[in-house]
């Protein structure tokens, strides 16, 4: 299976969706004051009628909201006239079209809105959220409820509500057996959790290590998914844990190789980072296994190509890397650094094709060297 990542996360999809393509007379934009005594009749039918009244009322909510007539101002008004807390209300209901209703409305309401969205967490929706992310859920209610945890988790101050509910371990818990869209929308939620400069920090459970290493082999390394995923597995390399569960994952040092190769800057800078992490936390433990993948060239490449902070980080790991300690460099090891620093002096100024060149040249002449520059344990 592979993921096509011009799948996105749900947030930005909700008003992309089309309806059925019929055509409707359009009719002119209703006015003002016609306009908020709709929205007052539908609010007061969602607030005080019975549980069918509440999801005709809501249905009749989410079709205005979506209409692409309607001003962005419309989900903001309806928040003002209160619909939020019988929403949420109806969230908890046994009445699975309640529950549906409910989410896509909510969904709606909070789309590029954060004052709606931290209105929502307010009313404590998080922990019904949290609840119909459990896998005894049906499928639809879980897509929803994950999409809602994305959608709100965008938002800074709600941040700690849904870092401290039990939301992270089920995220991950969908990493690995949720649908294509549920893995997307829990990579991004997980991204927006982890994002942020609050202490204390969000600490990500090993157990993320290895369907993260799965999303990232089957997507496009360049990709903006990609990015988001090697920022999820850097942070797990921080810890003993994460760093075993990395390296156990399948495929997950070649996996991070790859993307040092084919990956956007970004990526790059992410994978390469991780790498340094193995190397840094035992040597003697991951330096043959980051070699057998064949990590050289790309290293090599990214001492020229990458961020400066991958090129530095490439520069430590090429050095971590090296049979001899760096206080008795062989000779070789002398030669292959100076051949990175003198192609990377040249590089500036020079033509693209003279670039070319000389990066074939870098990569050929590291890889042949590969034998005496980094002898084999």
Excluded: W
Excluded at 21 to 28: L, P, T, Y
Excluded at 101 to 120: F, G, T
Excluded at 137 to 161: F, G, H, M, Q, V
Excluded at 331 to 360: H, N, W, Y
């Amino acid at each position: 299976m592979s993921i096509h990542l011009n799948i996105q996360p749900t947030e930005a999809k909700i008003h992309s969706r089309r309806l059925p393509n019929r055509r409707k007379k359009i009719n002119k934009p209703m006015e003002s004051e016609e306009k908020q005594t709709v929205i007052d009749d539908v609010s007061n039918r969602l607030i005080n009628g019975d549980m069918s009244t509440k999801i005709q009322a809501a249905g009749e909510i989410r079709s205005m909201i979506r209409n692409r007539r309607c001003s962005a101002k419309i989900r903001v008004k309806f928040a003002g006239a209160g619909v939020i807390p019988p929403l949420v209300v109806m969230l908890c209901s046994s009445d699975h079209v309640a529950c549906e209703v409910s989410l896509l409305v909510l969904l709606n309401l909070a789309a590029r809105n954060d004052r709606n969205k931290e209105q929502i967490v307010a009313c404590e929706a998080i922990p019904p959220l949290v609840k119909l992310l459990n896998f005894q859920t049906s499928d639809n209610l879980r897509e929803l409820a994950t999409a809602a945890i994305l959608t709100l988790s965008a938002t800074p101050n709600n941040k700690p509500t849904i870092a401290s509910s039990g939301a992270i371990p089920l995220l991950i818990q969908i990493l690995s057996c949720g649908t294509i869209q549920e893995r997307v929308d829990a990579v991004t939620a997980l991204h927006n959790l982890t994002a942020t400069k609050e202490e204390p920090a969000i600490v990500l459970d090993a157990a993320a290590a290895s369907p993260l290493v799965n999303l990232l082999k089957e997507c496009k390394k360049y990709s903006k998914f990609a990015e988001i995923i090697t920022g999820l597995i850097n942070i797990l390399s921080k810890s003993h844990e994460g760093r075993l569960a990395i390296t156990k994952a399948e495929d997950g040092i070649l996996t991070l190789v790859e993307t040092v190769e084919d990956g956007s800057l970004v990526s790059k800078e992410h994978a390469v980072d991780v790498l340094l992490d193995l190397c840094r936390s035992s040597r003697s433990k991951y330096r043959v296994l980051i070699l057998n993948e064949g990590a050289i060239p790309g290293l090599l490449r990214l001492t020229v190509y990458g961020t400066y902070e991958a090129r530095n980080k490439a520069r430590l790991v090429l050095e971590l890397l090296r049979d001899s300690p760096s206080n008795k460099r062989l000779r070789s090891s002398s030669v292959c650094e100076k051949i990175i620093r003198e192609i990377a002096a040249r590089v500036d100024g020079s033509s693209v094709e003279t670039i070319k060149i000389l990066l074939q040249d870098m990569v050929q002449r590291g890889m042949s060297m590969g034998s005496s520059c980094i002898p084999s344990k």
